[in-house]
């Protein structure tokens, strides 16, 4: 694997030296993650487990409980309904684990189950796991001019590259940069930041100096995914805030993180292509740029309340006691239940539905 961090590092370091010496760090990122054959969700690395010992970086709620997927076909369900569709759009499948939970428990209500990944080794994996279902999917790289039906992504805008903007000073005197990437001396690569006229959408209080994110590509792939739907509903779950939780004065180091081994560090810049990058998802920035874009906001809630409202304590109830506690992991406040976060999209007339029916949120957004 050190072979391969090699090869992305030297592939970095050429797109550095023909960017004048200076890479935006959400170039950094695109590269990292997605550079063909080399990034990590493009090589062949185990990334999806729930233990370290399988090799795996990280476990999603999938990998954790088929209740996840059976819970979330609840809602889906009544959106292809609600909607008069029967198709599913699942973008980043991972391992294929929620695509096979929400085709065995959707049935005949999915004619078609669409999988846009760009990962060719991620693809193989999902079509072996997917067998049974063959007849049903297809993948694609691309989106069509328009598409319908229900639209899933799990834990696909935090992979999504960000800008880094760094203040240096407090507010009233400081002065913004845009933090991007070098090579050291050394050869390494090192942060480097130059001033810029972009900013974070509120003023940020306090004296501190202040690490942020912004998320020009997340909003981006909202508005195509509006551009396209004709009818039907995006669901995104994912971990994140609203916007003045996102850019509170005492949040200044950013949520910018790193997964390897099941074990999270604060250092994109080592072991390239060889872990995860992520950041939180600003919610508020996702919801203005659906409306902006012509949908509707349908609901915004925790994860907790979301599977809660979709019936996950009643299956739960019929779990043994070690699968029960693997799937309380969802919608417990310290586990994943209060930090991950479901926002609802729709095209056409809005409708309200089931999984924020209690404890919608939209009103902060």
Known sequence: MTVLSNEIAAHITQAIAAAGGWLG????????????????????????????????????????TPLFGQTLAVQVGQALARTGTDEVWEFGAGSGALALQLLDALGDQVRRYTIVDLSGSLRARQQARLAAHAHKLRWVSALPDQLSGVVVGNE?????????????????????????????????????????????????????????????????????????????????????????????????????????????????LVQVGLKDITAHVNFTAMALAAQDAGLHVLGYTTQAHFLINCGLLSKMELLPQADRAAAAKLIMEHEMGELFKVLALGAGEPWEPLGFVHGDRSHRL
Request: with cysteine; net charge negative; aromatic share 10%.
């Open 156 to 268: 696909v805008l935090d992979a999504m590259p960000v800008q880094l903007l760094a203040r240096h000073g407090g507010h009233e005197d400081g002065v913004w940069h845009e933090r991007g990437v070098v090579l050291a001396d050394d050869g390494r690569f090192a942060w480097a930041d130059r001033p810029t006229h972009l900013r974070p959408p509120v003023e940020i209080e306090g004296p501190q100096d202040y690490l942020t994110e912004t998320h020009a590509q997340g909003e981006g792939f909202i508005r195509t995914l509006a551009d396209r739907l004709t009818r039907g509903v995006i669901v995104l779950l994912d971990y994140g805030f609203g916007e003045d939780e996102y850019y509170h004065p005492q949040r200044h180091m950013g949520t910018l993180m790193c997964h390897q081994g099941h074990r999270a560090d604060g250092d994109p």
């Open 25 to 64: 760090f959400d170039r950094f990122m695109a590269l990292a993650l997605y550079m063909p054959g080399l990034g990590y969700y493009a090589n062949d690395s185990t990334k999806f487990g729930a233990m370290p010992e399988s090799g795996s970086d990280f476990v999603t709620a999938p990998e954790l």
